[in-house]
């Protein structure tokens, strides 16, 4: 059974930089597609990033594209996302997703399977 262990969330101010990451076990990722998404206080669950086996195809949401960057290394079983430009509308706990690379893709929270814990991002002065 895979397992997602996201961390890197913080407090950082307008403009500033985070870079999250997310740690599979349980399987490896080589043959999962892998997202990220984040949900803020009563909002729906958002899709922001996805990324394919073998770091094909990435997909971005209007809100982040220019500014984020999601990049996989599957020698360490990682997914990640770079975040500049951070704005306090980015203030969310973010998530990493995966499912099985036959399966499905896309930024849609219903394509995905496995699903970490969460990691909060605050943007604040």
């Known amino acids: 059974q895979l397992q997602l262990v996201e961390s890197g969330g913080g407090l950082v101010q307008p403009g500033g930089s985070l870079r999250l990451s997310c740690a599979a076990s349980?399987?490896?990722?080589?043959?999962?597609?892998l997202a990220w998404f984040r949900q803020a206080p009563g909002m729906e669950r958002e899709g922001i990033a996805c990324?394919?086996?073998?770091?094909?195809?990435?997909r971005y949401a209007n809100s982040v594209k220019g500014r984020f960057t999601i990049t996989r290394d599957n020698a360490k079983n990682s997914v990640y996302l770079q975040m500049n430009g951070l704005k306090p509308e980015d203030t969310a706990v973010y998530y990493c997703?995966?499912?099985?690379?036959?399966?499905?893709?896309?930024?849609?929270?219903?394509?995905?399977?496995?699903w970490g814990q969460g990691t909060r991002v605050t943007v604040s002065s």
């Open positions: 349980g399987n490896i990722l080589d043959f999962f597609n």
């Open positions: 997703a995966a499912v099985r690379d036959t399966t499905g893709y896309g930024l849609g929270t219903e394509v995905y399977d496995y």
């Open positions: 990324i394919s086996t073998g770091n094909r195809d990435p």
